[in-house]
Every structure is written in C-alpha cells, then in structure tokens.
C-alpha cells in the first residue's frame, strides 16, 4: 500500500532539480552588468533561451543574432557608448591592428570575471533553493549550493567549450544593420588591404599634384573667366581617403562650388561625420543632396561639423546664379539605408516633375542619388547628376546629359571585399553661358577622373566635350554597375 511519507531519493531528487532551476533562474535574473572595454561601454546579459545564441545589439542600427554555442542561453551584447575621442587616440598611438590586440586582452578578462558572476549567481540560487525546502539544515543548504555552482559551471563550460564566433558568418540580422552582414567579413578578411592602401595614400595623393601641374587639364573650349566649375562627387561612404582626394582635386581644379550627389556615411548616425570632418577645410562651398544612406542625425552633424549646405526638395540658386534643381532621397529623412518604396519613389518623381513645371526658368542642372529618378528628368534639365550605382557614367546624348561620378569613396569599406576593385571616381563639370536671350547656364565640358588602389597606373583622367552628338553612351570604361545595396556576402 502507497503512503505519505516521502522516501530520501526523492528528497535528494527534489533537491537536485530545485538547485539546479533555482541556479539558472539566478543567473538569468542578476546577470546584468555594465562593463568598459577600451573606449567602449557594454551591457551584458544572460538570458533563458532552448538553444545557445549571442545577439549583439548596436543602436539604432539594429541587432545580429547568431547561433553560437549548445548551453541553452542567450548571450546578450548592447553597445551603449563610444568614447570617439579616445578611440581615435588609440587608433593613432596603436593602430588598427594594435587596438584589436590591446581589446582581445581585455575582453578575455572581462569575459573570465563575468564568467565568475555567474557561477556565483548559480551558487547564491542553489544556496536559496535550499532554503526554501523545509527545515533550514545547513547541510541541505550547503549541498544545493554547490549543486547551483556545479550546474553554472557547467553552462559556463558548456559555453565556453562550443562557442563558435565563425556562426556570426551565417547570423539574422534586424534593423538597419540588415543592410552589412558583409560588415564582419571587412574585419576578418581585409586588414591587409586597409593597411596597405594607407600607405599608399599618400603617395597616390602626390602622384595626383604631379599630374595636375604637368598637364593642362583645362583645355580652351572657353575662356575661363566666362565658365562655371562644379566638382561632382557622390557616394564618400565614410572615407576619408575620399574626402583627401576632393580636398587635393578642388585645390588643382579650383572649381566654383562641389556639389555631391549623396551617401556621406554610411549609417546615418551622428558619429560618422568625424570621419569626413576634412571637408570642413575645404575653400570653396560644399553642396549635398542627401542619398538613402543619409539621415536627419548625420545631416545635422554634418552641417555642424564641416559647413556642408543640405540641399532640401526644391530649386536653389547656387554661386555664379546656378539654378539648381534637388530632391532628397526618401530614405534621408529616416535612419535606415533601405532604398525608398516604389510609391515613395513615385512621389519623388511627381514632385521633381511639378518643381520644374512651375521653375520661372529651366534649372541648370537636377541633382538626386536615386538614378532611376534622375533619368526621367533627362532633356528637361541641361545636366542631370545622380549617384547610388558606385559606376562612373558620362552619357551626352540628344536628350540630355547624365552624369554619374562613380563612388568618390570607393564605396567604403564594402569597397574592400568588392569582387573587383572599385576606384575612386569623381567629375568636373564646366558650365558657359547658355546661348541667346535665355538665361542660365548649359554644359560645356566633363572631365572624369577615377583614382585606383591596385592599378599599377594608379588613376585615369579624361576628357569630354558636350555636343549632344556621341557614338554611343561616352563612357571610357565599360563595367557593369554592382549590386551596390545587396552588399557583398562572405564566404559560406
């Protein structure tokens, strides 16, 4: 016959089975911590989860999530500050690889003592599970702790011993960090890329002088003193490299005003303007008609930073009386690098095509990233401009002219892992006096310029006269754009 009293083993049992829930419920519930590593601020947490996952959150850019380990835990990483200064002490005392170094040191003690917080949450659960099973003998108490710390410990080294930070190459991403899951490949796969072309850097850029004083690049299709020169840059995407060639080329060129065709940054936060912050020393006036990587926190760094004037929707009159004709990209007005809905496109388009029906004259140029807007417009505008595709494009044609500067940053660090190189590209457009009594002005002359990092020529420069008349679309090297918005995915 079955009785009431409860045999040892299934105490024992009990005790076991509440050590152990009560030591993962602890590790669960005290596992919040700030810690600093380098000039970052991190909060960390564990939480219940069926299988073992790391998520990396960086606001407001998104979350990566990646299957990394067995133990049934979610790892928990959240970006909350960057000392921006100090990271850029460290990146000029150290280096790029010599930070990497100096954090990996210190993530493993963080990791080890974060490792011990937890153990001793499990043990502090064990100990209270303990407690809570009837009379408080000590020897219980004692028992259930050291099962709590046993079956931390356990997760601890469960985790430890499976984790795979090569799962990351395979991760769900959410947010507007979508966008890069090529973002982990640019720091495990091309250092060596990096470091080199900084070396060259400044070679390229004296090799650009020496070009400059030795040619005569300004041709006399016109006086120059009845001209306008616009250097036409697009798509710097956080380089500056890209910023110290535009400086170089407005100081050869000496053009009237730059006027770039959007995607400054490539994340659309505040913190990215530093990385162009040269464009402040430029001497002549810097004119932006925002692309999809753009947003309202860049641009306002942006304008407070370096000087730079965000062209809003609507026309302008620039230096020299140029009429110009700008549109936002509708993703700029939010942070994500999404390219805009096909009705927000549309209404782009209708807005663009009721801006110039109602112009007291024909603008002297329209300029929008997006090229496929940009291309409805030729024949109604002298010149049209546009960015986006990272492809060099001078099309003079009938209809109009369409010019795109290819990406004045190489398109960044995406750049890197590009299956073929992508070269610095970058316009100047010379404008005259448009005939007649109509006022304004129309395109005389482009010369392209693009700038490489691995071509043993180290950069091309030419010439072309606006005639309306080509054989074909002018365009001195033939290459089919990129799938510049579905980035380059790493190796599986």
Do not use: C
Request: proline share 8%; net charge neutral; aromatic share 6%.
């Amino acid at each position: 016959m079955p009785t009431g009293r409860v045999r040892p083993w299934q105490r024992r049992l009990a005790l076991v089975l509440a050590a152990v829930a009560a030591a993962y419920l602890a590790m669960v519930a005290g596992s919040s911590a700030r810690v600093t590593l380098g000039p970052f601020e991190l909060a960390l947490a564990v939480r219940p989860a069926w299988r073992g996952l790391t998520e990396v959150a960086v606001p407001p850019l998104g979350r990566v999530r990646a299957g990394t380990h067995v133990a049934p835990l979610a790892l928990q990483v959240r970006l909350d500050t960057v000392d921006v200064q100090a990271l850029s002490r460290l990146l000029q005392r150290r280096g790029a690889h010599g930070l990497v170094a100096g954090l990996q040191d210190q993530v493993d003690g963080v990791a080890r003592r974060y490792a011990l917080r937890l153990v001793l949450l499990a043990a502090a659960g064990g100990a209270l599970a303990g407690l809570a099973l009837g009379r408080r003998r000590w020897r219980r108490v004692v028992a259930a702790s050291a099962l709590g710390m046993l079956a931390g410990a356990g997760l601890v080294v469960a985790t430890e011993q499976t984790y795979d930070p090569g799962a990351f190459r395979h991760a769900e991403y959410s947010g507007a960090i979508t966008a890069a899951p090529w973002l982990l490949d640019v720091f495990t796969t091309t250092p060596a890329k990096v470091e080199a072309f900084s070396r060259q850097m400044e070679v390229l850029v004296g090799r650009l002088n020496d070009l400059y004083r030795g040619i005569e690049v300004r041709q006399a299709v016109v006086p120059q003193d009845e001209s306008l020169r616009l250097l036409v840059v697009a798509d710097l995407h956080n380089n500056p490299a890209g910023v110290r060639l535009v400086r170089e080329m407005a100081a050869a060129f000496r053009p009237d005003l730059v006027l770039d065709a959007g995607d400054v940054v490539d994340w659309g936060t505040a913190p990215e303007a530093r990385l162009v912050a040269e464009l402040a020393e430029l001497d002549v006036p810097y004119y932006l008609a925002p692309g999809n990587h753009d947003s309202p926190a860049s641009l306002a760094a942006l304008q407070a930073q370096t000087g730079v004037q965000v062209l809003g929707d609507g026309l302008v009159t620039l230096p020299g009386g140029l009429m110009v004709a700008a549109s936002r990209d509708p993703a700029s007005y939010r942070v994500s690098p999404a390219m805009g809905r096909p009705e927000e496109i549309q209404a782009q388009v209708e807005a663009l095509d009721s801006l110039l029906a109602a112009a007291p004259r024909r603008p002297d140029v329209l300029v929008v990233h997006n090229p496929t807007v940009a291309g409805r417009f030729r024949g109604r505008v002298p010149a049209v401009i546009s960015g986006h595709t990272h492809v060099q494009r001078v099309d003079d044609a009938p209809q109009g002219l369409f010019l795109n500067p290819g990406s004045t940053g190489a398109a960044g660090l995406r750049g890197l892992t590009a299956p073929r190189e992508i070269p610095y590209g970058l316009l100047l457009l010379t404008l005259v006096p448009a005939p007649g009594e109509a006022a304004g002005w129309m395109p005389a002359t482009v010369d392209a310029v693009e700038v490489f990092r691995l071509a043993s020529t180290g950069f091309t420069l030419q010439r072309y006269v606006v005639d309306g008349h080509p054989d074909g679309p002018v365009s001195f090297r033939q290459r089919p754009p990129m799938p510049v918005e579905e980035l380059p995915a790493g190796p599986r």
